[in-house]
T-cell receptor, first 113, second 113 residues
């Protein structure tokens, strides 16, 4: 699976959009971009994933560049409860690994009042 | 909504004790996973199962065993707990579909004294 690079920390004001970047320059054609978050002492929570098109769900939007070498997770109206560690993961589907997830260091997002 | 539950949020055991951690999912997922998460080491896969009574070793299976007698239940067993098994244990499940999103339980924080 491709390696990802994320900033170690970011701040955001409550009510504003939080834009979390992720670089994955070695991504291959059959690899998806996944985003999870983890609030302190809880299990990781799935947010969104995509292959090459932009995606949106009730939690967030995922913007993937045309060359697929980077992506941005957007939380449109951040709240204090969005304070968490956000993980960007690139992984292929299927094969013999049965989808083992590998979390990097992630981005600590702190939402301020 | 997908629901993955784990038998305990916090557990304290003594060295040498046999420890059972249970995970139950209600989405009829074929795949189930056990990970441990430690500061600075990220998420590491212990065992996974892609069907009832089937199991595969992950990256760090030593000192652990698993059991999957029913599709919805995946148990992690520490045969003789040791202090280096103090960790956060996370269970996850997923379909065997084309996009195998993993959904996590809340985690069990195990302390071995």
């Amino acid at each position: 699976d491709a390696k990802t690079t994320q900033p170690p920390s970011m701040d955001c004001a409550e009510g504003r959009a939080a834009n979390l970047p992720c670089n994955h320059s070695t991504i291959s054609g059959n690899e998806y971009v996944y985003w999870y978050r983890q609030i302190h002492s809880q299990g990781p929570q799935y947010i969104i994933h995509g292959l090459k098109n932009n995606e949106t769900n009730e939690m967030a939007s995922l913007i993937i560049t045309e060359d697929r070498k980077s992506s941005t997770l957007i939380l449109p109206h951040a709240t204090l409860r969005d304070t968490a560690v956000y993980y960007c993961i690139v992984r292929g589907i299927g094969g013999t690994s049965y989808g083992k997830l590998t979390f990097g260091q992630g981005t600590i997002l702190t939402v301020h009042p | 909504d997908v629901k993955v539950t784990q038998s305990s949020r916090y557990l304290v055991k003594r060295t040498g004790e046999k420890v059972f951690l249970e995970c139950v999912q209600d989405m009829d997922h074929e795949n189930m996973f056990w990970y441990r998460q430690d500061p600075g080491l990220g998420l590491r896969l212990i065992y996974f199962s892609y069907d009832v009574k089937m199991k595969e070793k992950g990256d760090i299976p030593e000192g652990y065993s698993v059991s999957r007698e029913k599709k919805e239940r995946f148990s992690l067993i520490l045969e003789s707990a040791s202090t280096n098994q103090t960790s956060m244990y996370l269970c996850a499940s997923s379909y065997q579909g084309n996009q195998e999103t993993q959904y996590f339980g809340p985690g069990t924080r195990l302390l071995v004294l």
